[in-house]
């Protein structure tokens, strides 16, 4: 079973750029979670995707994060503009679904923003 | 209070000796608990769950729950120089169902 995959793994931007991450989640995984995880911290939820639906996006900075999965498959995640502490990487993870609560986890893009 | 907590460490063990990892959560009604490991540089693996009082074993891994003590451990038997990682200790929020990490430990086996 192929796992959840994640692109670009690495992306180095300037300040007040713009950039996306791309994921796709195990297959049959009807949720969706974008993390970001700063260095020396656990993982810390963005938003989480029920099919195509939020379900919570209570931790994403609205006014420059945005994250969308139109068909209740893959999804995106996009920042702009960038800040300086928007350096992080960020991790997709997929879990089945209601009742389901293991998450798997993508390898992740690493973001530097300079 | 952090709803996760965990060891600071880092926790340095000789290979072949018993690593043992610590976190206490705050919700009181948790129900599920999970333990991951996470090598430099890479993802969180999914190695551990656990949702009934006592000790679940998988191959070297344990894990304790005690929730009336609001505690749970991971327990590396054996430990190997390629199980040297940092272990996050991840809960079920009983409110919202989100998963709440702790900062993790990071364990180095000495060969």
């Known amino acids: ?114 | 209070q952090k709803e996760v907590e965990q060891n600071s460490g880092p926790l340095s063990v000789p290979e072949g000796a018993i690593a043992s990892l610590n976190c206490t959560y705050s919700d009181r009604v948790s129900q599920s608990f999970f333990w991951y490991r996470q090598y430099s540089g890479k993802s969180p693996e999914l190695i551990m769950s656990i949702y009934s009082n006592g000790d679940k074993e998988d191959g070297r891994f344990t894990a304790q729950l005690n929730k009336a003590s609001q505690y749970v451990s991971l327990l590396i038997r054996d430990s190997q120089p390629s199980d040297s990682a940092t272990y996050l200790c991840a809960v079920i929020r009983s409110n919202d169902y989100k998963l709440s990490f702790g900062a993790g430990t990071t364990v180095t086996v000495r060969a």
């Open chain 1, 1 to 114: 079973e192929a796992g959840v995959a994640q692109s670009p793994r690495y992306k180095i931007i300037e300040k007040r750029q713009s950039v996306a991450f791309w994921c796709n989640p195990i297959s049959g995984h009807a949720t969706l979670y974008w993390y970001q995880q700063i260095l020396g911290q656990g993982p810390k939820l963005l938003i989480q995707f029920q099919n195509n639906g939020v379900v919570d996006d209570s931790q994403l900075p609205k006014d420059r994060f945005s994250a969308e999965r139109l068909k209740g498959v893959d999804s995106t995640l996009k920042i702009q503009p960038a800040k300086l502490e928007d350096s992080a990487v960020y991790l997709c993870a997929s879990s089945l679904g209601t009742g389901s609560y293991e998450q798997y986890f993508g390898p992740g893009t690493r973001l530097t923003v300079t």
